[in-house]
Structure formats: C-alpha cells, structure tokens
C-alpha cells in the first residue's frame, strides 16, 4: 500500500532530513512512526501526502509514485487519504460541521449524502452534540477529534495523523488514540507520527524509529 | 449532476456572502466600475442622439439634379423613372422650371431682372432625399452615377457637410472604442486587486482545501463567481447611470434638436446595448478574475 524506496529528503543547503528510509506498509496496518523531535516524522509523513516530494529516490501509495504526480494527481491522492495535521489546520470561522463537510464538499459529494456522512464521523469521534459549535469553543481533544473526524469522514483507506496527541493530557490523549485503533480495526491502514509513544503502546503492534533521518 | 449544481451554489453563495462583508468596500469599488463603464456607453449613446440630430435637421443631405434647358417633358419623366427605381433614395419631387420662374417673379427685385430675359432661363430640377445610412462615399458615388444620366446637366451634393458629418461620427467613435479599452482595462485592474485581496483573506482556507485534495477549480469558482458578479454589478450601476444622466439631458437635448427644426427625442439605451454593456462587464470581471487567480493561486 506504502512502499519507500531508498529515499531521502534534503532541504538547503544540504540538510538531510530523511536518509535512505525504505519500507513498506500493508493495507490496514496500524504503524507507529517515532523518535525525537526533528527525527523526520512529519517530513515523513508529507511525502506520503505529496506535500513534499523526496531529494530521491521514489515514494509509492498503491503503486503509484507520488512524487512525479503534478497538480491534478495530488488532488486526486489526498482525496483519497485522511490527514490529521500536527497544528489540527481548523477553519477557525465554520462551526464543526463545516469543517468535517469541506473533504466531502471537495469530493463533490450530494449534500444529502454529505450531511449524513458527517454526522456519522463527528458520532464517531464523540462530537455529535457539538456540530454547531465553532473551533474556539472547544477544547483541545475535542479539537484534536474534530480533526481526525474530518479526516476519516471520506472513508479513507490509509489515515496519516501527525502528533495527534501533542498538547493533550494523558487521559485525553489516550481517548484520541482510542479513535485510531478503532479505526485500524475497521481494516484502516494507519501511520501515527509521534514522540511520546506513551498512549499508543498497548496497542501499536509495529514501530518505525527515525533517529536523525535514518530508520533505526 | 446534484453535486455539480451543490459546489457551484456553494461558491455562488460564498462570492454573495463576500460581497456583503464589507459594504463600504463593496460599494465603492463598484461605484469605481460602474462609472468606467458609464463613460463609454454614455459617449455612444451621445454619439448616436447627436448623428439623430444632425440627420433629423435642416442640414440633411439632398441631391439636386438639374436638367439642361432644352429637356423636353419625356426627358424629365425618364429621369423620374429612374430615380423611382433608385434603392438609395428616400424620396425625390420635381421642381418645375415654371414652378422655379413662378417663385422668383414673387421675389421682391427679381420679377424685373427676369421679365426682361427672353424666355424662362431655369432648368427642370429634382431634388433627392438619400437614405440615412449612406456615408459620404456612397453620396458622391450617386452623384457621380446621376450626373451621367441623358440630359442631366448638373448634379449638386451637399457632400462637404456630409464629409464633415461622417469624419466627426468617425472620430466619436475611435474616441469611444479607445475609452472603452481604457476603462475596459481599467475594470480588469480593480477585480485584479479585488480578487488578490479576497485571495489574501482566504489563505488559510485554501491551504487547508489544497491539503485535503482541492483542485485549482474547486478553488477558483469562488472567486470566479465574485469577480464576475462584480462586473455585472458595475455594468448594471453604468446602465442605472446612462439611464438617470439620460433622464436628466432628456429635455435640454429635445429643445436643441427643435432649434435644427428636427422632431428628434431622446434615444434611451436599447435592450441590446444593455445587454452587451452587462455581457462587456461580466466578461471584464472574468477576465480580471482569472489573471489575478493565475497570478496569486500560483503563488
């Protein structure tokens, strides 16, 4: 499903953020990506998305090399994955429906339909009673959800969070991780960028450690 | 199709709810539209009542054709003949040497100086009212054409009021077409820096849509919608003032075009020019909409 293949990443002048990673990762597994900060979790996890594009070396989701997409394929990619943001990237003025209706709205999804798929996932993720409320009046779990929310809302097949419990206290954190294994268990392929591995550790059953761009 | 129709009424509805953000702003801006518009299609409608006037005075072009002295009466009905099957002609009369004698012996002088001539020393004559759509070309090709007809002797035009007519109709409209490339641009300019300012406020929400799979024309319609929206509501306000000035000349203009003896009132804009002024608008907003979109979504 996700295949690295000897790639690097280097940003100016000539720091190297990921170094010569090749691994794969199957449909519906659940992977845990961790090490310190500035190891290259996030970097790796933008390469997937097509954020960035690998220094060298190719980077394939489901066969296909998203680093020579141009602008109408990395539409199409992203469409088709759920991304959870290390900063969430809420739309401060729409209240919460909006903000999970805006993937599907972008799929070109009917209204009808749309409406009911975000219900569904703001169910999910325990905010259905506040589907009026704007971002600012949440708290930051429930803004953490609200992200994740908008992220499973179009059923992707691969779910990428990045440091999806930064910022939360541990009983908070561990409900968001709650989320993604019930996820993964629905047969979600799931790739968590994390440093503090402390409330996915009993459920996570591999892990890919970055150590200053490199895979331990 | 429903979701086509849903994300196009979305950004319809996004553009009608940026509109209304800022009133002030909005105003003005197309306060700023509506008077670059209303200047050109004023100057064409200027254009078009002041030609109304002039061909609806006394200066009206006319043919006269006189005939020699010595054409006799099937001479004159052969050359009425003709000018009966002329296209370019309105409408032609007569006037008869004797009709000619006759008016000049009733002129206080003349009756003495003519009654000592020995015989009548006028012409047969035709005087011939052209349609109002020739140039001053075509006036001097049926001049030239008249003046070869049997027993014809002189053909006089009026062509020097005609050529001066047609050169100055000729330069309105240059001055009008090249005011409407000017404020046209201008038009283009103000949605430009609209749409940049719009592009500016909304950046977040482009990063995140990009992010989560937006195209560049999920993106764009939005603001596709706004700036052409704004130029059909600048072109709206030039018309609403072309209409009010209009209104307001209405009465000065009728008493000028009294003045050349002219029953001439007051062209309105037709429904064609206010279709064409809404259509040039809305086209100008695009058009400004997709270069500035060109420009800052790139970015």
Known sequence: MIRFEHVCRRYPPNIAALTDLSFNVEAGELVLVCGHSGAGKSTLLKLIAAIERPSSGAVLVNGQNVGALKRAGIAVLRRNLGLVFQDQKLLFDRNAFDNVMLPLAIAGYPPKEAGKRVRAALDKVGLAAREKALPVALSGGEQQRLAIARAVVGRPAILLADEPTAHLDQATAGDVAKIFRDFHQVGVAVLIASCDDTAFSNFVPRRLVLDHGKLQ | ?299
């Open chain 2, 1 to 299: 199709m429903s979701a086509w129709l849903a994300q196009h009424g979305r950004a319809l509805l996004w553009a009608l709810r940026r509109l209304t953000v800022a009133p002030l702003s909005t105003l003005l801006s197309l306060l700023a539209i509506s008077v670059a518009l209303a200047l050109p299609a004023g100057g064409q409608l200027l254009l078009r009542n002041g030609l109304q006037i002039a061909k609806s005075g006394a200066a009206t072009p006319e043919l006269s054709l006189f005939m020699s002295v010595d054409a006799d009466r099937k001479a004159v009905d052969a050359i009425a003949q003709r000018l009966k099957h002329q296209e370019a002609l309105k409408e032609f009369r007569l006037v008869s040497r004797g009709e000619t004698l006759a008016r000049f012996q009733a002129r206080p002088g003349f009756a003495e100086v003519i009654s000592a001539l020995p015989g009548n020393p006028f012409p047969d004559a035709f005087v011939a009212v052209p349609r109002d759509d020739l140039s001053a070309a075509a006036l001097e090709k049926l001049r030239a054409e008249f003046s070869h007809w049997p027993k014809v002797e002189q053909v006089q035009l009026d062509s020097a009021w005609a050529r001066r007519l047609d050169a100055l109709l000729h330069l309105g409209r240059i001055g009008v077409a090249l005011l409407a490339l000017m404020l046209g641009l201008g038009l283009v300019a103000i949605t430009f820096t609209t749409i940049r300012l719009q592009v500016l406020t909304q950046l977040s929400e482009i990063e995140v849509s990009r992010l989560l799979g937006a195209t560049d024309a999920f993106i764009g319609r939005p603001f596709y919608y706004f700036g052409t929206l704004q130029g059909l509501a600048g072109g709206a306000g030039a018309w609403l003032i072309v209409a009010a000035v209009a209104m307001a000349m209405r009465a000065p203009l009728e008493e000028l075009a009294g003045l050349y003896e002219g029953g001439a009132t007051l062209q309105s804009l037709t429904a064609i020019d206010v279709a064409i002024l809404l259509g040039f608008a809305t086209a100008l907003g695009w058009l400004g909409t997709a270069l500035s979109l060109g420009r800052h979504l790139r970015d």
